[in-house]
């Protein structure tokens, strides 16, 4: 009986496996880098004074991305300037805001958003980023608040 050597086999399956990994790991890092504008060209597209909404939410969304998260927070709102009942604008200025750990400026956003969207302020306060805050006893009030609003 003649025994063929396993060895080849399993050196070819190895490298197999190492190219698919590493392709799959090249892959994910353009795909988060590659994602729509650069930062620095949102930051030309918003300098003009045409820049829209959609625009500004770009440029949000990338400065989450890039976990500057004040700057995100103030992007968001020059998108709610124009719309101030778009829910993923204000979803990401209260988690832009949460991200900054400012208590008191997300305390002041959610107040408002209990005033013109008692629905979404629930939704964002189920959300991870709001955990922190939930101990405080103002941030109850609002939690509060919101739900016996939004069942009426």
């Known amino acids: 009986m003649n025994r063929i050597p396993q060895t080849p086999a399993a050196t070819i399956l190895t490298l197999a496996l190492l190219a698919i990994a590493a392709y799959v790991a090249f892959t994910a890092r353009?795909?988060?880098?590659?994602?729509?504008?650069?930062?620095?060209?949102?930051?030309?597209?918003?300098?003009?004074?045409?820049?829209?909404?959609?625009?500004?939410?770009?440029?949000?969304?990338?400065?989450?991305?890039?976990?500057?998260?004040?700057?995100?927070?103030?992007?968001?709102q020059r998108v709610l300037e124009n719309d101030p009942y778009s829910r993923e604008a204000n979803l990401g200025a209260a988690s832009a805001l949460a991200l900054t750990k400012d208590r008191d400026a997300l305390h002041a956003f959610l107040a408002h958003l209990l005033v013109i969207e008692p629905r979404l302020l629930l939704d964002f306060l189920g959300r991870p980023e709001a955990t922190p805050f939930m101990s405080e006893e103002r941030f109850k009030l609002l939690h509060a608040r919101s739900h016996a609003q939004s069942l009426d």
Do not use: C, N, V
């Open 30 to 76: 353009a795909a988060r880098t590659t994602e729509g504008p650069s930062l620095e060209q949102l930051e030309l597209a918003i300098a003009s004074p045409d820049a829209g909404s959609d625009t500004w939410m770009l440029y949000a969304q990338r400065l989450l991305q890039e976990k500057r998260f004040a700057h995100a927070a103030a992007a968001f």
